[in-house]
């Protein structure tokens, strides 16, 4: 019935992703704006389709993928889980020695579509193999077992020379390219600027391109998963665990599957993630990565995949625009006009001498320099998110939309 | 109710700004201009007008007068305090040089970034700056100038190594690279030749030699050579922890035990440990904890004047046992470039404390001048061009702050095999000074006159 | 400080007639560095129970907390000078003390500031966010720490400097001991200090903070305090992790030190006082004698930090609440 969007009259509607007309018009735009970015079509956005951006959007991407897979561990099925980048750590290597050429180091120099899916099935299986020892923990125990795995996972990475590197030499990733075999030119590689279908690209639009499918494809695992009989099993093991095994649902065996199903997501991640660094040292997977991931979660909205898609783009894409932000400070203070310059040369300082909680400088000065106040920022956010909103990115949304909805009659 | 509104009124800010962040972000790229031969019409043309302009791609603008010069440094990471002077070093140095006409006219502009160490880093700004820059002025770090190393040969740039991994050498892999300084490798060679000698000399018999290193080229590098020194010289290694010692990370510490337990229970009469200066001090400060006396070395960058500050409990220890070496002479040297080196500070930065890296700085600055320059009078100032133009550089001089090197010719032949030894002053160090004082002015010990250089001492994979 | 080349090792060497250093004489250094490691564990894991027994939280900011109590420390012992500065007559040694008093005091403020802002709004709400929240502030606080450290390592200026007592095959350094008995007089002030009016009101409110109101303990009053009692503990256990032979000063690393204290909590068990003192010491002793003794090539390096870590989880594979945790009973 036109009018009356949310009466459904059958399973299939009620259950469907995009129930609602808006929903399905939403949901195209949204995708239609994410194909035309870098064909800078968009007036006001084409500053997106600059290459520097581009890797921001595809970073963005990329992280998404792995937090979905901690939304399912912990906003669906409610296992904290500060041990997810140990699983990505697992896919990067795995990765690295199906797909890498042989070397020095190990690498059997397979296509993608063997190392992709296997990075991800190598995790999923060190995390079944995990799992045990986890679920026989609960609550926030279960978080510092989880900081074991990351610190364990730490030594364990160093320690393997001949698949990681080593500390602090770290190794080279198999690139993005598309091959049927081991043959020597891939008939599809994301790496070099070229034309594809006529249209000129650069190798930063390729592999936005080639990220934005995968994430697609994450999204709707994620959101199928989240309607299905194991999704609502999930959500009632969170709930109430105690009551969920009474009702039949097998807790041991539901939280190996989130453990599973989460380091599947995870080990993709790792590996999309080192394929697109192309160098990691094995410290890159630390307690600082897994810090970000639950933040994406949480500050996104913690159970929902949209939630933590918008937590994934909040979270990547603020030290950049902080950067910007502060580069352009330091812009109009050099040119000293305007009462912003004057305001911004009290907080910021521009060299050595100058006073400010601030500084531009490359390297230690006055003040906080800008990746150490994107590291505050980050966790006052943090604290402000869980503080204000606990619902998080999709709890305001949902309010702005609820505000719309009933426009003009609000209150 | 209230609480969200301020949230709201936040985002709204934040919209607000990231409009107008943005657009100004496009200005804020750097000069990418590439001009052609022919003279422009600006107004501020450089001054020899009657020569013709030398060909440029990247980094050199002439209509601001200006040459771009990326550094990619370690300033807050393991080896910050070693790598700021150094860069304030450079500073001094193209400052001065710009006051007096820079580069036929052309002033030279420093474009610094902050690696923190980590490769990662180090690979993504090298691929933001080299839009931007003509050349690198330095590198910092071995795995991370190797990470970058097959890029500087593909897109045709010149790096100065922050490193003395032997491979910047080795002409199987020595790409775009001017290295200065004695690598690693021949370093520990001196070093130990000199320490054993004297050793000898005051107890009769050879001293028993503990290894101790980080991983990676910069630590293997350093340890291969004390080995190869410990077989030429007849020295027993008592306890080898090579590559073994892991520097702190983000949610690590390093805990010194392995090592500590290692040289004092060997027994060894000389520790070499080639480490970060914090590791260092670490496995320093365990074993004089279990009352280990010995003589303690390594590599140069394992030496950071703050173990002999006033408050540091290893202050009296490290100068008791510590016996260091250097690529270049310490601030306090009579060399003619150091003394303009200390005058130019005098003027230019009368605050900075006394240092021995600044005249590191002032090396590598001398070599990317020279090869600037030169590029300037062959009439090509491409980023090509420059490395053609420093791979052809001979004898660029330094003023006696280090020895000549040279960039032409057989690498077993122009390998620097230079050491100096200095040991550490703490009444110095009170008096304003740089804290060390010189043992032992450049020399090359005999098995490291002797060694044949076919290739790097350490090759790294991967 | 000169002592003879190898006092300890050498005497046993000559009744043991071995080259190699054994099993035997690397257990004295082993022992010694184990207890004192243990000591500094011992109270970040016993400040940190305090503050989960007290108000239920998880603070994921006790590195952070204790890096800066051992920064304010150096910064008032060296850069500050005060109050030395003003009774210049006094040892340099008390004049130490002093300053390294007032950042304790200094550490246990920001502590209960920290409370106040950030825990005391979110009293209700769900542990996993509180916990979480805690992560926010280690982030923050050791951020602008790091950024006042600088890239050197820092030195406390301590009266201890490197030197050392010894007694037979023991070789301890004036500080470890120092450590050790501040731990035992810290301990013995807690003990004491929960047998006091207030002591008692704090057990209460952390065995039930419903009942506790009921009786008119001023709950907020309880949080503040046990965050200060927590947040100066760790302070200490910062100072003493920044001190030879552990280290030379403070730098931005000192705050992963705390991260030893979860394998110490979860062995003893998240809300058991005793326990969280008996985890410290397990966990530096099994820390010290890993790097002395694990030190077999196939297990690489770094292993004496990942240890605690596999102990912790043998732990709770037998006794999931840690060896003196209260178990909850589930029966499905």
Same mark, same amino acid.
């Given at each position: 019935?036109?009018?009356?969007?949310?009466?459904?009259?059958?399973?299939?509607?009620?259950?469907?992703?995009?129930?609602?007309?808006?929903?399905?018009?939403?949901?195209?735009?949204?995708?239609?704006?994410?194909?035309?970015?870098?064909?800078?079509?968009?007036?006001?956005?084409?500053?997106?389709?600059?290459?520097?951006?581009?890797?921001?959007?595809?970073?963005?991407?990329?992280?998404?993928?792995?937090?979905?897979?901690?939304?399912?561990?912990?906003?669906?099925?409610?296992?904290?889980?500060?041990?997810?980048?140990?699983?990505?750590?697992?896919?990067?290597?795995?990765?690295?020695?199906?797909?890498?050429?042989?070397?020095?180091?190990?690498?059997?120099?397979?296509?993608?579509?063997?190392?992709?899916?296997?990075?991800?099935?190598?995790?999923?299986?060190?995390?079944?193999?995990?799992?045990?020892?986890?679920?026989?923990?609960?609550?926030?125990?279960?978080?510092?077992?989880?900081?074991?795995?990351?610190?364990?996972?730490?030594?364990?990475?160093?320690?393997?020379?001949?698949?990681?590197?080593?500390?602090?030499?770290?190794?080279?990733?198999?690139?993005?390219?598309?091959?049927?075999?081991?043959?020597?030119?891939?008939?599809?590689?994301?790496?070099?600027?070229?034309?594809?279908?006529?249209?000129?690209?650069?190798?930063?639009?390729?592999?936005?391109?080639?990220?934005?499918?995968?994430?697609?494809?994450?999204?709707?695992?994620?959101?199928?998963?989240?309607?299905?009989?194991?999704?609502?099993?999930?959500?009632?093991?969170?709930?109430?665990?105690?009551?969920?095994?009474?009702?039949?649902?097998?807790?041991?065996?539901?939280?190996?599957?989130?453990?599973?199903?989460?380091?599947?997501?995870?080990?993709?991640?790792?590996?999309?993630?080192?394929?697109?660094?192309?160098?990691?040292?094995?410290?890159?997977?630390?307690?600082?990565?897994?810090?970000?991931?639950?933040?994406?979660?949480?500050?996104?909205?913690?159970?929902?995949?949209?939630?933590?898609?918008?937590?994934?783009?909040?979270?990547?894409?603020?030290?950049?625009?902080?950067?910007?932000?502060?580069?352009?400070?330091?812009?109009?203070?050099?040119?000293?006009?305007?009462?912003?310059?004057?305001?911004?040369?009290?907080?910021?300082?521009?060299?050595?001498?100058?006073?400010?909680?601030?500084?531009?400088?490359?390297?230690?000065?006055?003040?906080?320099?800008?990746?150490?106040?994107?590291?505050?920022?980050?966790?006052?956010?943090?604290?402000?998110?869980?503080?204000?909103?606990?619902?998080?990115?999709?709890?305001?949304?949902?309010?702005?939309?609820?505000?719309?909805?009933?426009?003009?009659?609000?209150? | 109710?209230?609480?969200?509104?301020?949230?709201?009124?936040?985002?709204?800010?934040?919209?607000?700004?990231?409009?107008?962040?943005?657009?100004?972000?496009?200005?804020?790229?750097?000069?990418?201009?590439?001009?052609?031969?022919?003279?422009?019409?600006?107004?501020?043309?450089?001054?020899?007008?009657?020569?013709?302009?030398?060909?440029?791609?990247?980094?050199?603008?002439?209509?601001?007068?200006?040459?771009?010069?990326?550094?990619?440094?370690?300033?807050?990471?393991?080896?910050?305090?070693?790598?700021?002077?150094?860069?304030?070093?450079?500073?001094?140095?193209?400052?001065?040089?710009?006051?007096?006409?820079?580069?036929?006219?052309?002033?030279?502009?420093?474009?610094?970034?902050?690696?923190?160490?980590?490769?990662?880093?180090?690979?993504?700004?090298?691929?933001?700056?080299?839009?931007?820059?003509?050349?690198?002025?330095?590198?910092?770090?071995?795995?991370?100038?190797?990470?970058?190393?097959?890029?500087?040969?593909?897109?045709?740039?010149?790096?100065?190594?922050?490193?003395?991994?032997?491979?910047?050498?080795?002409?199987?892999?020595?790409?775009?690279?001017?290295?200065?300084?004695?690598?690693?490798?021949?370093?520990?060679?001196?070093?130990?030749?000199?320490?054993?000698?004297?050793?000898?000399?005051?107890?009769?018999?050879?001293?028993?030699?503990?290894?101790?290193?980080?991983?990676?080229?910069?630590?293997?590098?350093?340890?291969?050579?004390?080995?190869?020194?410990?077989?030429?010289?007849?020295?027993?290694?008592?306890?080898?922890?090579?590559?073994?010692?892991?520097?702190?990370?983000?949610?690590?510490?390093?805990?010194?035990?392995?090592?500590?337990?290692?040289?004092?229970? $060997?027994? &060894?009469?000389?520790?070499?440990?080639? /480490?970060?200066? =914090?590791?260092? *001090?670490? %496995?320093? +400060? !365990?074993?004089?904890?279990?009352?280990?006396?010995?003589?303690? $070395?390594? &590599?140069?960058?394992?030496?950071?004047? /703050?173990?002999? =500050?006033?408050? *540091?409990? %290893?202050? +009296? !220890?490290?100068?008791?046992?510590?016996?260091?070496?250097?690529?270049?002479?310490?601030?306090?040297?009579?060399?003619?470039?150091?003394?303009?080196?200390?005058?130019?500070?005098?003027?230019?930065?009368?605050?900075?404390?006394?240092?021995?890296?600044?005249?590191?700085?002032?090396?590598?600055?001398?070599?990317?001048?020279?090869?600037?320059?030169?590029?300037?009078?062959?009439?090509?100032?491409?980023?090509?061009?420059?490395?053609?133009?420093?791979?052809?550089?001979?004898?660029?001089?330094?003023?006696?702050?280090?020895?000549?090197?040279?960039?032409?010719?057989?690498?077993?032949?122009?390998?620097?095999?230079?050491?100096?030894?200095?040991?550490?002053?703490?009444?110095?160090?009170?008096?304003?000074?740089?804290?060390?004082?010189?043992?032992?002015?450049?020399?090359?010990?005999?098995?490291?006159?002797?060694?044949?250089?076919?290739?790097?001492?350490?090759?790294?994979?991967? | 400080?000169?002592?003879?080349?190898?006092?300890?090792?050498?005497?046993?060497?000559?009744?043991?007639?071995?080259?190699?250093?054994?099993?035997?004489?690397?257990?004295?250094?082993?022992?010694?560095?184990?207890?004192?490691?243990?000591?500094?564990?011992?109270?970040?894991?016993?400040?940190?129970?305090?503050?989960?027994?007290?108000?239920?939280?998880?603070?994921?900011?006790?590195?952070?907390?204790?890096?800066?109590?051992?920064?304010?420390?150096?910064?008032?012992?060296?850069?500050?000078?005060?109050?030395?500065?003003?009774?210049?007559?006094?040892?340099?040694?008390?004049?130490?003390?002093?300053?390294?008093?007032?950042?304790?005091?200094?550490?246990?403020?920001?502590?209960?500031?920290?409370?106040?802002?950030?825990?005391?709004?979110?009293?209700?709400?769900?542990?996993?966010?509180?916990?979480?929240?805690?992560?926010?502030?280690?982030?923050?606080?050791?951020?602008?720490?790091?950024?006042?450290?600088?890239?050197?390592?820092?030195?406390?200026?301590?009266?201890?400097?490197?030197?050392?007592?010894?007694?037979?095959?023991?070789?301890?350094?004036?500080?470890?001991?120092?450590?050790?008995?501040?731990?035992?007089?810290?301990?013995?002030?807690?003990?004491?200090?929960?047998?006091?009016?207030?002591?008692?009101?704090?057990?209460?409110?952390?065995?039930?903070?419903?009942?506790?109101?009921?009786?008119?303990?001023?709950?907020?009053?309880?949080?503040?305090?046990?965050?200060?009692?927590?947040?100066?503990?760790?302070?200490?256990?910062?100072?003493?992790?920044?001190?030879?032979?552990?280290?030379?000063?403070?730098?931005?690393?000192?705050?992963?030190?705390?991260?030893?204290?979860?394998?110490?909590?979860?062995?003893?068990?998240?809300?058991?006082?005793?326990?969280?003192?008996?985890?410290?010491?397990?966990?530096?002793?099994?820390?010290?004698?890993?790097?002395?003794?694990?030190?077999?090539?196939?297990?690489?390096?770094?292993?004496?930090?990942?240890?605690?870590?596999?102990?912790?989880?043998?732990?709770?594979?037998?006794?999931?609440?840690?060896?003196?945790?209260?178990?909850?009973?589930?029966?499905?």
């Amino acid at each position: 019935m036109r009018g009356r969007p949310l009466l459904f009259t059958k399973y299939t509607a009620d259950q469907a992703l995009l129930p609602t007309g808006t929903k399905k018009v939403m949901a195209a735009i949204f995708v239609a704006l994410l194909v035309s970015i870098p064909f800078d079509l968009i007036p006001g956005l084409g500053f997106l389709a600059a290459n520097d951006w581009l890797k921001t959007l595809t970073r963005v991407f990329i992280f998404a993928i792995g937090a979905l897979g901690l939304n399912i561990l912990t906003g669906l099925a409610g296992q904290v889980s500060l041990g997810h980048a140990f699983f990505m750590g697992i896919g990067a290597y795995a990765a690295a020695v199906l797909g890498a050429a042989p070397g020095a180091l190990w690498g059997l120099g397979l296509p993608i579509w063997i190392w992709l899916p296997a990075a991800g099935l190598v995790a999923a299986l060190v995390g079944v193999i995990v799992a045990p020892t986890a679920v026989r923990v609960r609550g926030l125990y279960l978080g510092i077992v989880t900081l074991a795995l990351v610190v364990i996972g730490g030594w364990l990475f160093r320690n393997t020379e001949s698949a990681t590197g080593g500390s602090q030499a770290g190794r080279n990733f198999p690139p993005f390219e598309l091959r049927l075999w081991q043959e020597e030119k891939p008939f599809l590689s994301f790496a070099e600027d070229g034309p594809w279908f006529g249209i000129d690209l650069s190798a930063e639009a390729k592999t936005y391109f080639f990220l934005l499918v995968l994430v697609a494809v994450f999204t709707l695992v994620a959101k199928n998963i989240q309607r299905t009989r194991v999704g609502r099993a999930f959500q009632a093991i969170r709930d109430r665990d105690v009551a969920a095994e009474i009702m039949g649902v097998d807790e041991f065996r539901y939280k190996m599957l989130a453990f599973a199903i989460s380091s599947f997501f995870a080990g993709v991640a790792g590996a999309l993630l080192a394929s697109f660094v192309g160098r990691m040292i094995p410290e890159s997977w630390d307690l600082a990565l897994s810090v970000q991931l639950i933040a994406i979660v949480l500050i996104g909205g913690a159970g929902t995949v949209s939630g933590t898609l918008m937590g994934a783009g909040f979270v990547v894409i603020v030290p950049r625009f902080v950067q910007e932000l502060t580069d352009l400070l330091k812009e109009t203070i050099e040119e000293g006009e305007g009462v912003l310059a004057r305001i911004g040369d009290v907080f910021i300082a521009t060299s050595g001498s100058d006073g400010g909680i601030i500084n531009t400088l490359p390297g230690s000065g006055p003040g906080l320099s800008v990746f150490q106040l994107n590291l505050v920022l980050f966790g006052l956010l943090i604290i402000a998110f869980l503080i204000f909103e606990p619902l998080g990115l999709y709890g305001i949304w949902l309010r702005i939309r609820n505000y719309w909805k009933g426009w003009p009659f609000t209150y | 109710m209230r609480k969200n509104r301020a949230v709201y009124l936040l985002l709204a800010l934040a919209l607000v700004a990231a409009a107008c962040g943005d657009s100004a972000g496009d200005t804020t790229t750097t000069a990418a201009v590439a001009t052609t031969t022919t003279a422009p019409a600006a107004t501020t043309a450089p001054p020899e007008t009657t020569m013709a302009l030398p060909a440029v791609d990247i980094g050199v603008d002439f209509e601001a007068g200006k040459i771009y010069v990326g550094m990619l440094s370690d300033l807050t990471g393991p080896f910050g305090p070693l790598v700021t002077p150094i860069v304030d070093g450079h500073s001094v140095y193209w400052e001065n040089v710009n006051a007096n006409g820079g580069i036929n006219g052309l002033e030279v502009e420093l474009v610094v970034k902050d690696t923190q160490y980590i490769p990662d880093n180090h690979v993504q700004f090298y691929g933001e700056l080299k839009e931007e820059v003509v050349a690198f002025g330095h590198s910092t770090g071995s795995p991370h100038t190797m990470a970058i190393r097959e890029a500087l040969e593909a897109d045709g740039i010149l790096a100065v190594p922050l490193t003395w991994y032997s491979g910047w050498s080795d002409p199987a892999l020595n790409s775009n690279l001017v290295p200065h300084g004695a690598p690693y490798c021949i370093e520990a060679m001196n070093v130990l030749e000199y320490l054993s000698k004297k050793f000898e000399a005051d107890n009769g018999a050879k001293p028993s030699l503990a290894i101790v290193s980080v991983p990676g080229d910069y630590g293997l590098d350093s340890a291969i050579g004390a080995a190869l020194a410990a077989a030429a010289l007849g020295l027993e290694v008592v306890y080898d922890g090579t590559g073994k010692v892991i520097p702190p990370a983000a949610g690590t510490t390093f805990d010194p035990t392995e090592f500590v337990t290692g040289i004092v229970g $060997s027994q &060894a009469d000389i520790a070499f440990v080639t /480490a970060t200066p =914090g590791t260092f *001090s670490g %496995i320093y +400060g !365990g074993s004089l904890a279990q009352g280990f006396e010995g003589i303690w $070395s390594g &590599a140069a960058p394992s030496w950071n004047p /703050a173990f002999i =500050g006033p408050d *540091s409990p %290893i202050r +009296g !220890g490290i100068a008791r046992d510590f016996w260091g070496s250097a690529y270049i002479s310490p601030w306090s040297s009579d060399a003619p470039g150091m003394k303009e080196l200390r005058d130019l500070f005098a003027e230019l930065r009368p605050d900075a404390p006394a240092h021995d890296y600044y005249g590191e700085g002032f090396v590598e600055a001398s070599i990317l001048h020279a090869a600037l320059q030169k590029a300037y009078d062959n009439g090509d100032l491409t980023q090509a061009g420059v490395v053609a133009a420093a791979k052809s550089l001979e004898n660029v001089d330094f003023g006696g702050i280090g020895p000549a090197e040279t960039y032409v010719g057989e690498p077993n032949d122009r390998l620097q095999r230079q050491s100096l030894m200095f040991r550490p002053d703490p009444a110095d160090l009170d008096a304003g000074g740089s804290g060390t004082t010189v043992v032992e002015d450049f020399f090359t010990s005999d098995i490291a006159a002797a060694y044949e250089f076919t290739g790097a001492c350490y090759k790294l994979e991967g | 400080m000169s002592a003879p080349h190898g006092g300890g090792p050498a005497a046993w060497m000559l009744l043991f007639q071995v080259e190699q250093p054994s099993f035997l004489e690397k257990l004295p250094d082993a022992l010694v560095a184990g207890i004192s490691a243990g000591a500094v564990y011992a109270m970040l894991a016993l400040g940190f129970v305090i503050i989960f027994k007290a108000t239920q939280v998880i603070n994921f900011a006790h590195g952070a907390l204790s890096a800066t109590g051992a920064f304010m420390v150096a910064a008032l012992a060296t850069v500050l000078r005060f109050p030395g500065r003003f009774i210049d007559g006094a040892p340099k040694a008390v004049q130490w003390g002093l300053s390294a008093l007032l950042a304790v005091f200094a550490a246990a403020l920001l502590g209960m500031a920290v409370e106040r802002l950030f825990i005391r709004p979110m009293v209700g709400e769900p542990l996993f966010t509180i916990a979480i929240i805690t992560l926010g502030i280690d982030v923050v606080m050791r951020t602008v720490t790091s950024d006042f450290i600088g890239t050197d390592i820092r030195p406390l200026g301590d009266p201890w400097g490197a030197n050392s007592f010894e007694a037979g095959p023991f070789r301890v350094a004036h500080s470890e001991v120092a450590q050790i008995v501040v731990a035992v007089v810290c301990l013995l002030g807690i003990w004491i200090f929960f047998r006091t009016r207030f002591g008692v009101a704090m057990r209460a409110t952390a065995y039930d903070q419903e009942a506790a109101m009921t009786q008119g303990i001023k709950v907020g009053r309880i949080f503040s305090v046990a965050w200060g009692i927590g947040a100066g503990l760790a302070a200490v256990a910062g100072l003493f992790a920044s001190v030879f032979p552990r280290s030379t000063g403070v730098s931005s690393f000192t705050a992963f030190v705390a991260l030893g204290v979860f394998p110490a909590i979860i062995i003893g068990g998240l809300d058991s006082v005793p326990g969280a003192v008996i985890g410290g010491f397990i966990i530096g002793l099994a820390e010290a004698l890993a790097g002395s003794y694990l030190t077999f090539d196939f297990l690489g390096t770094g292993f004496a930090g990942v240890f605690p870590y596999i102990v912790m989880l043998v732990v709770l594979l037998v006794r999931p609440y840690g060896l003196f945790g209260t178990a909850e009973i589930r029966r499905v």
